[in-house]
């Protein structure tokens, strides 16, 4: 279990993240239920905004990780839904934050919310689904799960700060870059699997391992983001490729690419990152040299390194059906960006 299975080949057709699904799906209709009943407002504008993100495809994986991990821990109740309905929310309102900040215009291949509506609605509607997220945790009644989540709130926070005072430094090391990444990816990942096992048999073994497999299931998931920015790959995920770039994120394709770079090329990531302005022929010339210096692949290499540190979490738990499949999804992750 310590290195994701690779998929066989009648498994093709069946994502990880579908067999998941399967496996918790009554519970995800109840979940599903539950995000739309929330959604619910006088005002038309907030329902509208949100479902135009919550309704264009997205996979759900965080609230299925607190379903999963409820179920693992013999979860018998209501309330797990509630959890994972509530990190859906979590994870929608940075989103739309994000879009604002990053001042982006393509979001899971559709207009973004804040070019159809604007920055002010994007920005109040996401505190709306945080408030929302909010009164699920105290419903469910279980203060360490209200902990755990409203935590991860701040630490995602923390990260959009900590990334957003460190675009346009190419000072900024692979140490900083994981900082940022376990806070405002990772940590949601790791709380949505904890919180349903905590929901499920409170804190201990299974608690602990989750959290650990969470944490460095998201740590993958963000490396293949970041290597995927730089790849046209990316384009046919309908997202934006380049974005990182034109707004100056120093992403670890970048510090591996400086690190390795010539004179001419460090001249070129100073201007291009550091000090502006970029032209029009930057984005190509930053893919070329991501490439030529091997960032690329030895980002989705560290990412593998993720997905198998997430399996051996998984050797701390008892074996289930719903072991493999999160093992299998820890792989997938990294193999969606081919």
Known sequence: ??????????????????????????????????????????????PDLAKHLIDSGGKRLRP???LAAATMGGYSGHDHAKLAAAVEFIHTATLLHDDVVDESSLRRGKV?????????????????????AFELMVESGELEVLRILSRAAAVISEGEVMQLKSA?????????????????????????AEAGAVIASGKGALAEALR??????????????????????????????????????????????????DEPAKKFWTRAIETGPQGEADLD???????????I??????????????????????????????????????????
Not at 112 to 132: P, T, Y
Not at 168 to 180: A, C, D, I, W
Not at 300 to 324: I, K, N, T, W
């Open 212 to 261: 650990d497999y969470g944490m460095n299931l998201g740590i993958a998931f963000q490396l293949v983001d970041d290597a995927l920015d730089y790849s046209g790959r990316q384009a046919l995920m309908g997202k934006s490729v380049g974005d990182d770039f034109r707004e100056g994120k120093v992403t670890l394709p970048v510090i591996l690419a400086v690190a390795r770079a």
């Open 168 to 192: 346009g430094n190419l000072g900024v090391n692979e140490e900083h870059y994981l900082r940022v990444v376990s806070a405002k990816t990772a940590e949601l990942f790791a709380a949505a």
């Open 285 to 295: 010339r930053a893919i070329t040299l991501v490439e030529q210096t091997g960032a």
């Open 297 to 338: 692949s030895d980002t989705m290499e560290r990412a593998r390194g993720y997905a198998c540190l997430a399996c051996r979490a998984l050797d701390r738990v008892p074996q289930s059906p719903m072991r493999d499949v999160l093992a299998a999804v820890a792989g997938f992750c990294v193999e969606r960006a081919y």
């Open 112 to 132: 973004s919310a804040n070019i159809v509506w604007g920055n002010k609605a994007s920005v109040l509607v996401g505190d709306f689904l945080l408030s929302r």
């Open 64 to 66: 299925l990780l607190t």
């Open 1 to 46: 279990m310590s290195v994701p299975p690779r998929l066989r080949r009648s498994e093709a057709d069946v994502s990880p993240v579908e067999r998941l699904h399967a496996l918790v799906a009554a519970d995800m209709r109840t979940t599903d239920m539950l995000i739309h009943e929330r959604l619910a407002s006088a005002v038309a504008m907030i």
